[in-house]
C-alpha cells in the first residue's frame, strides 16, 4: 500500500515537473506580445502538436536515418554523435513546426511575430515530453538528483526548442503573410537546425569539459530565447 502511494506521488512529481515549466514559458512567450495577443486555442493546439504527434514522428524519422547511415560507420560512438548533432536536430525541427500548417494556426498567421510565437509553443510541448522521457530515468536516481537534473533540463532543453522552433514558425509566417514561395522557409529551417546542433553540440563534445560545455549550452538556450522574444517585442510594436 505504501509503495503504490510512493509510486503515484513520484508519478504526480513527474509529470508536473515535466509540463509545468513548458508551459510557464508558452504562457510567456504567447504574452510577449503587447497588441493583438495570440489566441487560446491556437496556443494550445501547438503546444499539444508538439508534445504528442511532433515527438512520435521525429522518433520514427530518427530510427530511420540513425537505421540508414550505421551500416557504413565502424565506429558506433560516431554514429551516435551523428545522430545526435545532426540527424535528432533535423527530424525533431521538422517535425514541431508542421502545427503551423493546420488551419487553426495558419489563418492566425497575420503579423509576423505570430509565427515566433506558434513556433516556440510548438517547440515547447515538444520540450514537456521530452522531460517526461528523460524525467523518467532521472526518477531512478532518486529525487535530490531528479530535481536537479529536470530543473536543468527544464531551462536549457525547454528553452533551446522553443527558440529553436521559432524560426521556422517565423519563416512560414513571412511565407503566409507575403504570399512568397514556400521555399523561402528553408533559410530559417536550417537556422533552426543550426542553433539546435550547436547547442547539442555543446552538451556532447568531452574535450571542453562536462561542466563547461553544461554552463555553455545552458548560456546559450539562455541567450537565443532572449533574442527571439526581442525579435517578437520589436515586431510586435511596429505593428501595434
Known amino acids: 500500500m505504501i509503495c503504490s502511494v510512493v509510486n503515484l506521488l513520484e508519478t504526480i512529481i513527474l509529470f508536473v515537473m515535466a509540463f509545468l515549466p513548458p508551459i510557464i514559458y508558452a ?6 506580445e503587447k497588441y493583438n495577443r495570440e489566441r487560446w486555442w491556437p496556443i494550445i493546439f501547438c503546444f499539444i502538436w508538439g508534445a504528442t504527434i511532433a515527438v512520435i514522428a521525429a522518433i520514427i524519422l530518427e530510427l530511420i536515418l540513425h537505421i540508414s547511415i550505421a551500416p557504413s560507420i565502424e565506429d558506433q560512438n560516431i554514429t551516435d554523435l551523428i545522430t545526435v548533432i545532426i540527424i535528432a536536430p533535423f527530424a525533431e525541427e ?3 513546426p508542421l502545427a503551423l500548417r493546420f488551419k487553426l494556426v495558419k489563418k492566425e498567421l497575420d503579423e509576423l511575430e505570430d509565427g515566433l510565437i506558434y513556433g516556440a509553443v510548438a517547440g515547447l510541448g515538444f520540450s514537456a515530453t521530452e522531460n517526461l522521457l528523460y524525467g523518467s530515468t532521472f526518477m531512478t536516481y532518486g529525487l535530490l538528483f531528479f530535481f536537479f537534473l529536470i530543473m536543468l533540463r527544464s531551462f536549457g532543453g525547454c528553452l533551446l526548442h522553443a527558440s529553436a522552433t521559432a524560426w521556422t514558425g517565423y519563416g512560414y509566417g513571412k511565407a503566409i503573410m507575403k504570399r512568397t514561395p514556400f ?3 528553408i533559410p530559417y529551417f536550417l537556422l533552426a537546425i543550426l542553433v539546435h546542433a550547436f547547442y547539442n553540440s555543446l552538451l556532447s563534445f568531452e574535450t571542453i569539459g562536462v ?3 553544461l554552463f555553455a549550452a545552458l548560456t546559450f538556450a539562455g541567450i537565443t530565447i532572449i533574442i527571439v522574444r526581442k525579435k517578437i517585442k520589436t515586431l510586435d510594436e511596429s505593428s501595434g
Open 94 to 96: 521538422l517535425t514541431k
Open 183 to 185: 521555399i523561402r522557409v
Open 27 to 32: 504562457i510567456w512567450i504567447r504574452n510577449t
Open 211 to 213: 561542466i563547461i560545455g
